[in-house]
């Protein structure tokens, strides 16, 4: 927890009041945005990204597997979220691991939709190699490396990056000679496909402090927070996914407002995010 005086409270709750945050923002802008990508060469792609203080590493690992029974057409996706002790004191022992947990639900809540697949910002589709026999299952891992604030929006942006820089590798399947036999599989060392990722959402988090919401929270203005929405939001302003937290009710008007301001806001991150994204990536291939 962070340790404010009254007077630092006030301050915080008093800027905000007036769109002036005390960092110089306004309410909803974020901060400096930083990204780098493939930089972890056992990956299949690789992500780093920072958000003020807020820094975050994702990783995806790709390997072949089957696909669930009940769902015969599509890949799967795991989310795990690792807090380094290193990066806040709250993350030391039981408190990492609870906001460790935490994090994974709330990312595979709004890359991935619900248990059917519905709404999932991933193509899981796009993971089959033989229906029903075999697919791509990737691994996605989250560190948290320093934590300022706003560690879900964060995340969400490194995955998204990730998922950017991810080859998969070629797949050439012989038929087997009987069906109780298993197919031949040759994976090509050479043969990538981008994975694709322009339905990928971004995540953006609007805080309630007082009267008022704020993107892009720190830390000290998230102790002072009454509750907190997490809206995941594609490019064609869908909703993919919706976290809550905070003990504090919402009147159902004022979600419907904050939906509407987080579109507009997802507007400007995606568009930020996809040209640093491509930057990232141009000087990774230099």
């Known amino acids: 927890m962070v340790g404010l005086s009254s007077g630092e409270k006030h301050f915080i709750q008093g800027g905000i009041a007036q769109d002036l945050r005390s960092d110089g923002r306004k309410r909803l802008m974020y901060r400096p945005i930083s990204i780098e990508t493939g930089f972890i060469p056992q990956a299949n792609g690789s992500a780093r990204v920072r958000i003020g203080a807020t820094e975050v590493i994702a990783s995806v690992k790709a390997e072949l597997g089957k696909p669930n029974p009940l769902q015969p057409n599509k890949g ?128 953006v988090t609007l805080t309630k402090v007082g009267r008022h ?39 159902p008007s004022v979600i419907l407002d904050m939906l509407s301001v987080a579109k507009h806001v997802s507007e400007q991150l995606m568009m930020e995010l996809d040209s640093k994204i491509s930057a990232a990536e141009a000087c990774e291939a230099e």
């Not at 022992?93 to 935490?102: M, Q, W």
């Not at 997490?230 to 905070?246: D, E, P, Q, V, Y």
């Open 76 to 203: 799967k996706v795991s989310i795990f979220v690792d807090c380094s002790p290193t990066a806040a004191p709250m993350f030391q022992g039981r408190g990492g691991e609870d906001l460790s947990a935490e994090l994974s639900v709330a990312l595979q809540r709004s890359f991935l939709g619900g248990k059917s697949g519905a709404g999932a910002g991933i193509n899981l589709s796009s993971l089959i190699v033989v229906e029903g026999k075999i697919c791509w299952d990737l691994y996605i891992d989250g560190l948290v490396l320093s934590s300022d604030g706003n560690l879900l929006d964060t995340l969400g942006a490194a995955i998204k990056a990730a998922l950017s820089d991810t080859g998969i590798p070629k797949v050439n399947v012989n038929a087997a000679t009987s069906p109780e036999e298993p197919a031949e599989v040759d994976i090509s060392d050479e043969e990538l496909f981008k994975f694709e990722t322009s339905g990928v959402p971004v995540i």
């Open 213 to 251: 919401y704020i993107a892009d929270a720190t830390s000290e203005e998230e102790s002072q927070m009454s509750s907190a929405i997490s809206f995941s939001i594609n490019k064609h302003g869908h909703i993919c996914g919706l976290t809550k937290r905070g003990g504090s009710g919402l009147d």
